[in-house]
């Protein structure tokens, strides 16, 4: 029978919660007989050929980039899930919906104490548009789970894995709960 199969992305997020899954240390070799890792910076894939059981993602959407990732995720993955901080409610990137966005970029690049004179905001059109403030994944698209934390321990993430790929409901107990 095939594996069930797992993505994983980082969107505006600080890889944290990817590095918290590595942190299932000798389980990683469980996880390999578990799943087929479809496309995931684990493996470097870069787009989807073909439906996903399961997709993880972290960060929210700070740049129109996000957002399309965020759907073909959406689109491809059976069941979505936002891991950490960062996908559920826009985590420690969000404080710059505070501030706004021009005056945000005019700090990094124009004003800040370490700018260069005459230094300008970047308009490279490789470059992705940020959106006008940092969106938590549920506002973009249908998230059908959350797993919180930042990040989330090795042991909360594992549990909800092997429970969401073995078809049962993830139960985690209060000492695998925490959102710091
Ligand atoms: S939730 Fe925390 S660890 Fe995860 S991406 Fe955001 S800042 Fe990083």
Redesign the pocket.
């Known amino acids: 029978m095939a594996k069930p199969r797992l993505a994983t992305c980082s969107l505006a ?2 890889f ?2 990817h590095m918290s899954l590595l942190d299932i240390d000798e389980r990683l070799l469980e996880l390999v007989d578990l799943v087929d890792l479809d496309r995931s910076p684990l493996d470097d894939k870069k787009a989807f050929d073909v439906p996903v059981d399961l997709g993880l993602v ?2 929210g959407c700070a740049s129109e980039h996000n957002v399309q990732v965020l759907r073909e995720f959406r689109e491809h993955c059976r069941w979505l899930v936002s891991v ?3 996908a559920i409610n826009g ?2 990137p969000a404080l710059r919906n505070t501030i706004g966005l021009r005056a945000c970029l005019e700090e990094a690049y124009v004003r800040g104490p370490t700018v260069e004179a005459g230094a300008s905001i970047p308009d490279d059109e490789d470059l992705p548009l940020l959106l006008d403030r940092v969106y938590p994944c549920h506002e973009i698209v249908k998230i059908d789970g959350f797993l919180p934390g ?2 989330p321990s090795a042991d909360a993430i594992w549990t909800a894995l092997t429970a969401l790929l073995t078809g049962q409901a993830p139960r985690l107990p209060y000492r695998l709960l925490k959102y710091d």
């Open positions: 997020g600080c944290g919660c972290e960060g950490g901080a960062c985590g420690v930042c990040p």
